[in-house]
């Protein structure tokens, strides 16, 4: 196997690629036609199979499932609560942060709802992961900062665990290759894997891509994608913090820990207009970015993104955290006969709506169309393959859409095109080379300069 080369923060870094990465270590696993670029062997056009998940009230009763919780930030704690609202016996038996205030904070939410946490269940440290895996749990739910996942992934379904992986799945090629790899894994073991890509678990989303992939829109020529939106949170650097403190605390600004905006949140509008056209990868992306107004960290405030595809489409994607400006967010796909906004109408060519899901108002009796909450769905579906014995694992899709978002950000970064196959080589891996606190060097405070030479 190749070995992973261990890159710095260093951007310019990124085109120095080779042959053998992360995905060396496939072995005789038969990997998805994406991986090259290749939508089908006999002909360039998409292929479109419309395969939707059932959206479920609630996941089947059955033996109590105990999942464990890795990551108690905010969007842990909520992943630990969509648990367990999505059926009956099922219960939150182990948590495990770096710092002891999240994990508290997320202990007293969970008390609060009945799920009261002993104290050899609570694991704080670096190795907390390993600790929660093994206490005995069902279902591990992976909500740290992308860039942990990869190695919690392994390790869990090392352990022969199911899995819920939030998005992204990873902040590098060589985290997001690994994933795919996991994944490999976790089908031969009939272990089940839920992303958080919520959108196709999204009801009027759902039903919308149905129509667009039966054709309603017809042949799909472009498409158009803004996310414009206030800036994220973020904390100052407190004295009696060191580096990996303040950078952990402070992670979705800095690009090793986040992935930057563009793969951090950007991610579900990429991961939800690839879906409508199709799955298929693009063959460059073309980016700029900058950062006019972010306060800490080192990465961007805003991209705009160029997917270019085989057959000569083209895909704008632009994305913005700034507060002050009009905000905006749109997701929306163009056809021969109409185009979509891809969450709930369809349109003519002349603007007209076509097709618009029917949302009830509350005060409806008829409430069957009603879209439940996505956050939930996505762990419906992963109670119901575990209880149903039928196995789920979205994760190609999640490494596939990770990595397109790592495309335009790595273009924005350099100033220089970068092709599917470029992203798909290359070993760039972000971050230190061992995870403990103390001093984090070769990372400075400042974002990427495009254009400049290496």
């Excluded at 006969?337 to 003519?348: A, E, L, Q, R, V």
Aim: aromatic content about 10%; proline content about 6%.
């Amino acid at each position: 196997m190749g070995k992973e080369k261990e890159f710095k923060l260093s951007r310019r870094d990124f085109l120095k690629t080779s042959a053998i990465g992360a995905i060396g270590t496939l072995g005789t696993f038969s990997m998805p036609a994406w991986i090259s670029g290749c939508t089908s062997s006999e002909d360039k056009k998409p292929l479109r199979e419309v395969s939707v998940p059932e959206i479920l009230a609630s996941a089947p009763d059955g033996q109590p499932l105990k999942a464990g919780l890795i990551g108690c930030g905010g969007r842990g704690t909520g992943a630990a609560c969509n648990f367990l609202d999505a059926g009956p016996n099922l219960q939150i038996t182990a948590l495990g942060d770096v710092f002891e205030d999240k994990l508290a904070a997320c202990r007293q939410t969970l008390a609060d709802r009945g799920q009261e946490i002993p104290d050899d269940k609570c694991f704080v440290g670096f190795d907390a992961y390993k600790k929660v895996i093994d206490s005995g749990v069902d279902v591990v739910l992976l909500c740290t900062p992308p860039v942990f996942r990869p190695d919690h992934f392994d390790y869990a379904v090392e352990q022969g665990k199911h899995c819920f992986i939030e998005k992204p799945c990873a902040v590098d090629p060589v985290g997001a290759k690994k994933i795919l790899v996991t994944a490999k894994k976790a089908e031969q073991k009939g272990l089940s894997v839920i992303s958080g890509t919520i959108r196709r678990s999204q009801k009027d989303c759902i039903e919308t891509y149905r129509r667009v992939a039966e054709g309603a829109i017809g042949e799909i020529v472009s498409a158009h994608v803004t996310r414009l939106g206030g800036a994220l949170w973020y904390v100052n650097r407190r004295p009696e913090w060191n580096d990996m403190e303040y950078m952990l605390r402070n992670w979705v600004n800095f690009c090793w820990t986040s992935g930057d905006l563009v793969v951090e949140q950007f991610v579900h509008e990429i991961d939800m207009m690839t879906w409508f056209l199709g799955d298929i990868v693009p063959v460059r992306a073309e980016a700029t970015g900058g950062r006019q107004r972010r306060v800490t960290g080192d990465m961007y405030d805003f991209f705009s993104i160029e997917y270019v595809y085989e057959n000569g489409m083209r895909a704008h994607c632009t994305s913005r955290q700034i507060n002050g400006c009009d905000t905006t967010h749109n997701v929306m796909v163009y056809g021969t006969k109409g185009y979509t906004n891809c969450f709930d109408t369809i349109y003519n060519l002349d603007g007209s709506v076509a097709w618009k899901y029917p949302h009830p108002a509350a005060e409806d009796a008829d409430q069957s169309m009603a879209v439940p909450d996505p956050y939930v769905q996505e762990l419906i579906r992963l109670v119901t393959a575990i209880r149903t014995n039928t196995l789920v694992n979205d994760a190609e899709q999640h490494v596939r859409s990770t990595l397109m978002a790592i495309m335009g950000r790595q273009s924005a970064y350099t100033g220089k095109f970068v092709t599917w196959d470029e992203i798909m080589a290359s070993e760039m891996k972000l971050g230190p080379d061992t995870y403990e606190f103390g001093p984090v060097p070769d990372i400075p405070e400042t974002p990427p300069v495009a254009g400049t030479p290496a």
